[in-house]
Structure formats: structure tokens, C-alpha cells
């Protein structure tokens, strides 16, 4: 479990997604449930369980999405990383602005010049992202149906993915944001 001044990182991100213009968070964890449960204060939000985790990313998004439309009340939703915090605060609101104002099912923030996370949802597309495999996640989808997105462009660097030691160490430095051209994905 990654620790970040203090407490865990995934507790850092749900605290902030709950300070986002959203009505429930859900948060899908898979390996080492147990020790996650343990280890890290959910506060309101929803806790689902991945069984399939190691089947990828996929599966977790299936398993989020699954919870989701249990309720129809909620007609979108933001797909956020685990393991990636730092998004600027305008972000949600302005990619929920941006949602209300165009057709396409799929608002996606662009950072300089790449793609990243959080990406709203719309509803009308939870059952084609309940179809997809593997550990891309919604990328290939997106990138195959162009139509689907709308891009909102931010000037910030993407928020960096803490997926090696040298991540954590540069935000524990205070470099919460990427200076890899992909975004750290």
C-alpha cells in the first residue's frame, strides 16, 4: 500500500473525488482487498469489490459501472484512477459543463497535449464499456470511435500516475504532475 504523508494514496483520492460536484463516489478495488479495507478510510463512499481483478482494468470498470446502474438515477459518471491524484479542482466541473452542452457520451480532458482522467460518461455508453477486456480500459473504445468524444483541453501537465517507485518519490517531492508526454500511463 502506497503511503503519502502519512496515509494511504488511495485514501488522498477518494477525499478528494468526494470534494467533486458528484453525488456518490464508488471505488473498485480488487488485489488485497482485505488490507485496503484495512488500511484506508473510504468515508461515504461506495465500496465494491473486484473479484476478477486480475482479469485488468477492464474489469474493475465493469464492476464500478455494474453498481452504477443499479440506480437510475445516475446518468453519468467519472472514471478516475486509483493511483493518480492531482487533478486540478477545475477539472470535474468544467468536463461536467462541457457534458451538458454536447451529444457526444464521452467528455475527456486533454492536458497540454495528452489525454487523461478523470473521463465522464454518459449512461448510453456503460453498456459498451461493460463490454470491453483486458487492461486498456476505455482507451481502445475511444480511440476507435472518435465520435463518441469530446475533448476539453486544460493547460495543466496530466496528473501523474504513480506506477514505480521514482512516481512516488517525484510526488512526495511535490511533483504532483507528469512530465511524461503520455501522461505517466
Known amino acids: 500500500m502506497v503511503d503519502l504523508n502519512g496515509s494511504p494514496l488511495l485514501e488522498r483520492i477518494v477525499t478528494d473525488a468526494l470534494a467533486w460536484p458528484v453525488d456518490t463516489v464508488v471505488v473498485v478495488i480488487g488485489a488485497f482487498a482485505d488490507e485496503i479495507l484495512d488500511a484506508v478510510d473510504?468515508?461515504?463512499?461506495?465500496?465494491?469489490?473486484?473479484?476478477d481483478w486480475s482479469e485488468g482494468l477492464s474489469s474493475s470498470l465493469r464492476v464500478g459501472l455494474d453498481v452504477l446502474t443499479q440506480d437510475p438515477k445516475w446518468d453519468r459518471t467519472f472514471v478516475a484512477l486509483g493511483d493518480q491524484p492531482n487533478i486540478p479542482q477545475p477539472v470535474p466541473s468544467e468536463l461536467i459543463a462541457a457534458a451538458e452542452e454536447t451529444q457526444r457520451?464521452?467528455?475527456?480532458?486533454?492536458?497540454?497535449?495528452?489525454r487523461g482522467h478523470p473521463v465522464l460518461f454518459d449512461r448510453s455508453l456503460w453498456s459498451r464499456l461493460m463490454t470491453l477486456s483486458g487492461d486498456a480500459g476505455a482507451s481502445p473504445l475511444l480511440?476507435?470511435?472518435?465520435?463518441?468524444?469530446?475533448?476539453?483541453?486544460?493547460?495543466?501537465?496530466?496528473?501523474?500516475?504513480?506506477?514505480?517507485?521514482?512516481?512516488?518519490?517525484?510526488?512526495?517531492a511535490g511533483g504532483g504532475r507528469s512530465t511524461r508526454p503520455d501522461g505517466g500511463h
Do not use: C, G, K, M
Open 42 to 51: 473510504f468515508q461515504d463512499a461506495v465500496v465494491a469489490i473486484n473479484e
Open 105 to 114: 457520451p464521452a467528455v475527456v480532458p486533454v492536458y497540454r497535449y495528452a
Open 143 to 172: 480511440t476507435t470511435h472518435p465520435e463518441f468524444v469530446e475533448e476539453v483541453r486544460f493547460s495543466d501537465l496530466p496528473p501523474r500516475d504513480i506506477d514505480i517507485p521514482d512516481d512516488l518519490a517525484s510526488l512526495r
